[in-house]
């Protein structure tokens, strides 16, 4: 059996089960991670027609997007937000559950 990049099989799961995407995404969003969500951005890119297509929908420079995905950047909330759009998606504010809320 040939091996593949785990980006690649990542790329094809989200393609053939976006709700697997959005879950993902919620999950990582929940927590935090803005590496994590980087990952997952540049591999929904991937599953989106690529890097190229996504930055032309997006309305972005591909090299920005690049950037903007790479494990240092630090995506701009309008980047982020035009990413998500280009993919057919959106960002969502939901309230903490009390447990998780903290008290100023």
């Known amino acids: 059996m040939k091996s593949r990049p785990h980006?690649?099989?990542?790329?094809?799961?989200?393609?053939?089960?976006?709700?697997?995407a959005l879950e993902v995404?919620?999950?990582?969003?929940?927590?935090?991670?803005?590496?994590?969500l980087?990952?997952?951005?540049?591999q929904l890119?991937?599953?989106?027609g690529g890097v190229q297509?996504?930055?032309?929908?997006?309305r972005l420079n591909p090299t920005q997007l690049y950037?903007?995905?790479?494990?240092?950047?630090?995506p701009a909330l309008s980047s982020v937000t035009a990413i998500l759009k280009a993919m057919g998606?959106?960002?969502?504010?939901?309230?903490l559950p009390l447990a998780e809320q903290t008290s100023a």
């Open 7 to 20: 980006d690649d099989a990542m790329a094809e799961l989200y393609r053939s089960d976006p709700a697997l």
């Open 25 to 36: 995404i919620n999950d990582i969003l929940k927590d935090g991670d803005q590496a994590e």
């Open 38 to 42: 980087l990952i997952v951005l540049r």
């Open 45 to 48: 890119a991937q599953a989106f």
């Open 53 to 58: 297509a996504v930055a032309r929908q997006a």
């Open 67 to 74: 950037r903007t995905l790479s494990p240092t950047g630090n």
């Open 89 to 95: 998606l959106r960002l969502a504010v939901q309230p």
